[in-house]
Every structure is written in C-alpha cells, then in structure tokens.
C-alpha cells in the first residue's frame, strides 16, 4: 500500500490511462479524486469499480480548461478529504492535421485543454497542494517524434514539459515536479482514425513490438506518485519501449 492516507487527483480520469490510473493508486491505499469534464457516467463506472475492490474514491466534473471549474475540483476535493497530496494531470485531447490543414479553432482547442489545463492546475497547486507531495504532468512521446501532422499537438506537449521543468524550480516545499512521456498506447482515443496497418508500423518502432498497455503507464505513475521517487523532479520520463 505504497500510498495509503494520500489523496490524488486524476484529471481526465474516466476511462483511458487516467481510469488506469486511477484503478492501480486507489488499489494502493490513495483516495482517489476522479475528474471528468463530460463523461459522468464512465466516472462513476470508475469510481463504482474503485469503491467495489474496498478503495476509496469520489467523482468530481470539472473543465480543466476553466479556471473557476479547476478551482471547485481543487476545493472541494481538500473539502471533502481534507487535503491534496498527489496531482496527476492526466486531461488532454489529441487530434492531427497537417499544420496548413489546422484552423485558429483547432489551434484555441488543443491548446486550452492541453496547456491552459495544466497551467490552471498548477496554479492551485501551488498554494493548494500539501507540502511535499508529487506533481505529475502527462506529456507525449510524440515530442521528441517529429510525427507529420503532430505539430500542435506535439507542441501543446512540449509546452507542458517545459511548464515542468521551471515549475519544479518554483514551487518549493519539498515537492516534486516531472512530467511522463507515454509512447503509443492502446487506448480508444489513440486507436481512433488510424488503420490496422499504421498501428502495426508504430508497434515496430520500440523494442517490444507492441502498444503499450494503459497498466504500463499507471505502474510508472504509481512509482512517481511514491515516496519512492521523491529525489526525482524537473525530469520529463519516457515510458515509450525505447521508441525514442
């Protein structure tokens, strides 16, 4: 029970890696705060799964893209378990074009969500989270990729990990602060769109010759999230099958 008394926010928890997420903290001891901004039913699937297994968790709608709907999750979060220990921010949309193909709407909409939500997040953390807690941004792989028609996105994630590495050096009272870097990871948001045979080119590109596993990621969450990983901070971790 690596994270028993610690109580974590997953932003964009309802289902994907963040569900994952959220499953293996509260499987560890966390009480888990399940953020959704649209999706109240999977919440509450994920919530009633965590609650069935004897964890603790509770649901809580709010568009990290808001400030004032960031500022409800963060208080009513401390007001219903007394404090914040852990923040995963998890949320995130992804689409690609190329970049000729985006237009302004594209470009406001990847990056309110992407970069405005954690830079919201961070925001309260820095006065709401408790003293030395843990500070997890989900960036991308497709960083460091170079993937054609990835540009905003990729750059949506790229503003995050540099949010990390400075924020890190700012917030003090001994919390952590490092971003994840997933590489392509077998999710419905990820395998929307893409063909049979393009999936089959990306699973080549790492050292296992598969997608990753929602699980793959959570377990390395799971790590950062403990005392475990507290000399860690201003660190972007790939977790991408030596893919780059």
């Not at 949506?156 to 890190?168: H, I, L």
């Not at 395998?191 to 050292?207: D, Q, R, V, Y």
């Amino acid at each position: 029970m690596k994270l028993e008394k610690k109580v974590i926010i997953v932003t964009g928890s309802s289902k994907g890696i963040g569900k994952e997420i959220a499953l293996l903290l509260a499987k560890n001891g966390a009480k888990v705060v399940v953020n959704h901004s649209n999706s109240e039913a999977e919440a509450q699937t994920t919530v009633e799964s965590i609650l069935k297994k004897g964890g603790n968790a509770i649901s809580i709608k709010a568009d990290v893209s808001q400030k004032d709907e960031v500022i409800h999750l963060f208080d009513k979060t401390i007001e219903t378990y007394g404090k914040v220990d852990v923040l995963i921010n998890n949320a995130g949309i992804m689409f690609s074009k190329k970049l000729k193909d985006n237009t302004q709407e594209d470009f406001s909409r990847l990056f309110d969500v992407n970069v405005r939500g954690v830079f919201n997040t961070l925001q309260e953390a820095d006065s709401k989270l408790a003293n030395h807690g843990k500070i997890i941004n989900l960036s991308s792989s497709t960083v460091k990729l170079m993937f054609p028609t990835y540009a905003l996105y990729s750059a949506s994630k790229a503003a995050v990990e540099q949010m990390t590495r400075v924020f890190s050096k700012e917030i003090g009272r001994g919390i952590s602060v490092n971003a994840l870097a997933p590489g392509p990871t077998e999710t419905n948001l990820f395998l929307e769109g893409k063909t049979p045979e393009f999936i089959e080119k990306l699973s080549a590109m790492n050292a296992f010759n598969r997608l990753a596993q929602p699980i793959d990621i959570a377990n390395v969450v799971l790590f950062l999230a403990s005392d475990e990983s507290k000399w860690i901070s201003g660190q972007v971790i790939g977790a991408n099958g030596a893919m780059v």
